[in-house]
């Protein structure tokens, strides 16, 4: 077993080489690699171990002794505590260079068959990388000191809420509705769940927004479901904030991470919201996934278009479809669209959005891709052509095993883990040649980036 380097509690003066997966710092002592978050490359900084393992350390930065040129003031004034994002004191043109350089790093860490000859073309930014999020997610707390409902992010790595009333990444009408709702959680003594003590009901408040039309939707994640004081509240949403044009309540019991639950319960207005992203217009339910930047959501579909090169006559599989957004994109170019998605009410939105869009031959099923692309595959259906958008998790390993049993002509894969990514690609790349990989800018401010690669089945 190696020997710790240094000590907890212990300063140390680091060089910083490059950026993490997670936008932290690394930098190395005494051939012992350290994570130091808010550090950037080729700056000398002071730093207090906070964690000894075998193989690393973990820092924190006291001091900067000499700072990198591209370091920048982030405007936000949670931002040293929040864990939302990660990157606001890096210059906006040098984090899409590092979201380039990260996906090279992964590359090089799975080394997928000739992976050094990969093209990996430049990160595709934002004019104005800031209020950008469709969707705030915000997690809530009573704070018994100030005798009032919060809302807000957790620490990094943490469970301690940051109470934020201004995400400077978030569109600020989905802030604005939030703002009203936490007042209102206050003034109608609504019980705010605590998790250490398991009690309380309102969890989570979770706000979306159409971009192209205004509307909003609110969900209130309950852990019954019960929701004391319902009538009033949605009284007094309505007459506040005329743009909610749906409320929901979702009901999670569990103690997990997951935010949601299975059931969704309709309180009033219209069940969902509805959206446009280039010609294309389609509902939203309140589970139903959906890209957080619609701004950028247009580039990654032309992107994906781009990619798949279609010529009118191809049979196309959309996995993890979602609302089936990206198919439905797509559908005016091909012969066939079908795609499959694990939550039922994103499925019959993708269902509703086809008809309302009268394009009769996109079909969506329920049922993870894992299951279903086989299922189709051995029931003799050959699609020409499949596009993937996994989770972070990246691909199931049947979906992996029947992408390579059953090879197409063209695969894009989009992704939003560039380490899941590198890891599939090296199972992948044995069946299909890597054109490109370009990366576009989702999550400005953050560590995180889509990826839209183009593969081609070997001859």
């Known amino acids: 077993m190696s020997q710790v380097a240094a000590k907890v509690g212990q300063t140390l003066k680091i060089q910083i080489k490059r950026l993490g997966i997670n936008g932290e710092g690394i930098g190395y002592y005494r051939r012992t690699i350290i994570f130091v978050p808010g550090a950037l490359p080729k700056e000398e900084v002071q730093v207090k171990v906070t964690k000894t393992e075998s193989r690393y350390l973990e820092g924190e930065l006291v001091k900067i002794l000499q700072a990198s040129p591209e370091r920048v003031t982030p405007p936000c004034p949670f931002y040293d505590r929040c864990g939302g994002c990660q990157l606001q004191h890096l210059d906006y043109q040098a984090q899409l260079r590092f979201k380039k350089d990260l996906l090279r790093q992964s590359l090089a860490k799975f080394k997928p068959q000739g992976w050094e000859t990969y093209s990996l073309r430049p990160t595709i930014g934002m004019e104005d990388p800031w209020h950008y999020r469709n969707k705030a997610q915000f997690q809530l707390r009573y704070n018994e000191r100030l005798q009032k409902a919060e809302a807000g992010l957790y620490e990094r790595n943490s469970h301690q809420l940051v109470a934020i009333d201004d995400c400077l990444v978030q569109m600020p009408a989905t802030q604005s509705a939030l703002n009203v709702l936490?007042?209102?959680?206050?003034?109608?003594?609504?019980?705010?769940?605590?998790?250490?003590?398991?009690?309380?009901?309102v969890k989570t408040l979770v706000v979306r927004v159409g971009q192209a039309t205004g509307e909003l939707q609110v969900t209130f994640v309950t852990s019954t479901p019960k929701l004391p004081q319902k009538n009033a509240l949605i009284r007094e949403i309505t007459e506040l904030l005329p743009k909610v044009v749906s409320i929901m309540q979702n009901i999670q019991k569990k103690q997990t991470s997951l935010v949601m639950g299975d059931e969704t319960v309709h309180l009033w207005g219209k069940e969902t919201i509805h959206e446009q992203v280039n010609e294309l217009q389609f509902?939203?339910?309140?589970?139903?996934?959906?890209?957080?930047?619609?701004?950028?959501?247009?580039?990654?579909?032309?992107?994906?278009?781009?990619?798949?090169?279609?010529?009118?006559?191809?049979?196309?599989?959309?996995?993890?479809?979602?609302?089936?957004?990206?198919?439905?994109?797509?559908?005016?170019?091909?012969?066939?669209?079908?795609?499959?998605?694990?939550?039922?009410?994103?499925?019959?939105?993708?269902?509703?959005?086809?008809?309302n869009m009268k394009y009769d031959n996109a079909h969506y099923t329920v049922g993870?891709?894992?299951?279903?692309?086989?299922?189709?595959?051995?029931?003799?259906?050959?699609?020409?052509?499949?596009?993937?958008?996994?989770?972070?998790?990246?691909?199931?390993?049947?979906?992996?095993?029947?992408?390579l049993q059953y090879p197409v002509e063209k695969l894009v894969y989009i992704s939003c883990n560039v380490s899941t990514l590198a890891r599939d690609l090296a199972d992948l790349a044995h069946t299909y040649q890597v054109d490109y990989l370009q990366s576009v800018d989702m999550f400005p401010q953050t560590a995180r980036c889509e990826v839209v690669v183009k593969l081609q089945k070997r001859n």
Do not use: H
């Open 182 to 201: 936490v007042q209102l959680l206050t003034k109608y003594q609504t019980p705010i769940y605590d998790e250490k003590k398991n009690s309380g009901i």
């Open 283 to 355: 509902d939203l339910s309140a589970r139903a996934f959906y890209q957080l930047n619609p701004r950028q959501t247009a580039v990654l579909y032309q992107e994906a278009a781009k990619a798949l090169d279609l010529q009118g006559d191809e049979r196309l599989v959309d996995a993890y479809c979602g609302v089936g957004t990206i198919g439905l994109s797509l559908a005016p170019l091909v012969k066939e669209v079908r795609g499959m998605d694990v939550i039922p009410e994103a499925i019959a939105d993708a269902q509703q959005n086809a008809r």
């Open 368 to 403: 993870t891709a894992e299951e279903v692309l086989p299922r189709w595959l051995k029931e003799g259906f050959r699609p020409d052509a499949i596009l993937v958008d996994p989770p972070r998790t990246g691909l199931d390993n049947q979906l992996k095993k029947a992408l």
